[in-house]
């Protein structure tokens, strides 16, 4: 189930909750960069435009994000958008749970094509989100899950760019594939969501842990303990919005002016300056994705 069909369905049966969007918090106090979101998908009960949403952000301290594609369209839709605003970096792939629907209509390679193309485009810094999902998809979809995996992993060596991984019920098998093949430079697991043995891998490798909205959430201590764990350097932070909105707005919109919650709950578990841990959070992030003024068209026409 691709998000967007995955938004409609979670709107159905919230139906009855509150769907506004929460009101802004405090500024964070240095800039942080949301590395992982979904400006196309428009959430809650009064859309937000995405250039609404930039403002916003820029408000409470986050000066940038990384708009990510999950599909051909959404991908180029992304590529297309970073092209011209200097708040924007992209993402493209396609998502792990439409590769068996696009295998079976026989066009995985001809879009993994136009994918590769994407990805040359200068402010295209990441292939993702890409991966592995054995929660949404069953035994009979996973051969294309593995093929379209591999593919991007190339097409991100190839380009000398970032991988943005969607790893779910499938941490051994999206280590396994990463290390058979090789995985790039620049490796990030967004959304992280495995325990600390998990982390050991990803510190013995020098792969990224984004964290999300969920770090917040009670039940999760996992999270907190892996990132207690890795070292700060390999630390990222994110939205994933509109989904897995943080405490205390749990269940409503998310946005990327909402990263300030979770960056102050990192903040709160590790013991530590919040000023400090922003600039190490912004330092990462433009380590992975290089600036966010670089390769900006002037001219619609050049592409």
């Known amino acids: ?42 959430d809650g009960d009064e859309p937000i435009d995405y250039r609404e949403q930039l403002e916003r952000a820029a408000e409470v301290g986050i000066v940038g994000v990384v708009q990510v594609g999950t599909d051909l369209a959404t991908s180029k839709w992304s590529a297309e958008i970073a092209a011209t605003e200097p708040r924007i970096l992209a993402a493209v792939a396609l998502h792990p749970n439409d590769a068996p629907e696009v295998a079976a209509r026989g066009e995985l390679h ?37 093929e379209s995996f ?9 380009h000398g760019i970032a991988l943005q991984i969607h790893d779910r019920d499938a941490h051994d098998e999206v280590i396994e594939t990463l290390l058979r093949v090789g995985a790039p430079a620049k490796t990030v697991f967004h959304c992280f969501s495995g325990d600390v043995d998990m982390a050991k891998i990803a510190v013995e490798n020098g792969w990224y842990l984004s964290f999300s909205g969920t770090f917040t959430f009670k039940k999760n201590d996992h999270l907190r303990e892996a990132l207690a764990y890795i070292p700060r350097e390999l630390v990222l932070v994110e939205t994933d919005a509109p989904f897995l909105t ?14 300030p919650h979770t960056v102050r709950a990192m903040a709160e578990y590790l013991e530590t300056d919040l000023g400090d841990l922003c600039a190490e959070i912004s330092f990462n992030t433009e380590s992975v ?7 900006l068209v002037t001219d619609s026409a050049e592409f």
Not at 150 to 158: L, Q
Request: net charge negative.
């Open 1 to 42: 189930m691709s998000d967007s069909a995955y938004i409609r369905k979670r709107n159905d049966r919230d139906s009855r909750k509150d769907l506004s969007h929460p009101p802004l918090p405090e500024p964070l106090p240095v800039a942080v960069y949301d590395n992982h979101t979904h400006l196309e998908i428009a």
């Open 289 to 295: 994705y290089g600036s966010w003024t670089d390769g």
């Open 110 to 146: 001809e879009q993994l094509a136009q994918i590769d193309e994407l990805a040359s485009w200068p402010r295209t810094r990441a292939v993702g989100e890409t991966g592995l999902d054995f929660f949404r998809t069953g035994e009979d979809g996973r051969a294309a899950q593995f």
């Open 246 to 259: 943080p405490m205390p707005y749990r269940g409503r919109p998310n946005a990327s002016y909402l990263t």
């Open 150 to 158: 591999e593919a991007h992993i190339e097409i991100a060596k190839k």
